[in-house]
């Protein structure tokens, strides 16, 4: 009869996060495919498990797959961790449990801590519906049209972001959002955990050296400001050189995504980045 294999989730930081059954299904099993195995020995050197470890990363995946799933069809019970929280939810496992589930193999999850969740409820945002985006395209046009579909998103959005991209993403989430309220949770449940709230802009000033790994959520449109005043010169100026800074846009498409983002036209935004200039070159 073949094994089970079991999707653990771990600790995203405090390790007594840990939940019994995740420790017994640990022990219990014939082997741990684990994204870090050196990470992983922190976590059960503490709970003294001593089952067998193999890494199973975004890298060897694909060549990993064939020899788990031989393991399981032969009787073994195989337990699934990722360096923090549950497998396959941006991080490496979903290949696996499709081939588990095609190959007629029993997957179990064992839930656990969230970094996504934790974050949702933290923030105060209504939590009755929420995308979750996983990461966002580092550059490009994919980046672009990641942030334009979440300008248009109903519902709360929550997706995770690298310490040294925040800043670059608040600023894109300025130019595209406005003033639509944000909340940063990072280190979570570690000794540093912060959940600020504000907008882009106001987390762009506090995130100066931002630090930890970063879960973003996003408020929902019908929490958006629903009197938005308009923009000043300087403010436009300062979106324009934003975009161009970041040379993924021209200055007529830097314009262009300007205007669509205020409602101007743009023959105004032009005025407007002018405009500025002359008045910061004269102050």
Known sequence: ????????????????????????????????????????????????????????????EHRKTPAILARLTAGDPVALVSDAGTP?????????????????????????PSAAIAALVASGFPTGSFAFLGFPP???????????????EPRTAVFFEAPHRIRATLADLQLQLGDRLLAVARELTKVHEEVIRGTASQLLGHLTEPRGEMTVVVAPLEDAPREAVAPSDSDILDMFRQVIDKKELNRRGAVGAIAQRTGLSSKAVYSAIERAKTSRSAS
């Open 1 to 60: 009869m073949p094994g089970t294999l079991f999707v653990v989730a771990t600790p995203i930081g405090n390790l007594e996060d840990m939940t019994f059954r995740a420790v017994r299904i640990l022990r219990e099993s014939a082997l741990i495919a684990a994204e870090d195995t050196r990470r992983t020995a922190t976590l059960l050197a503490r709970y003294d498990i001593r089952t067998p470890t193999t890494s199973f990363h975004e890298h060897n």
């Open 88 to 112: 396959s939810v941006s991080d490496p496992g979903f290949r696996l449990v499709r081939a588990a589930i095609e190959a007629g193999i029993r997957v179990e999850v064992i839930p656990g």
């Open 138 to 152: 580092a550059r490009g046009a994919e980046r672009r049209a990641w942030m334009a579909a979440l300008r248009q």
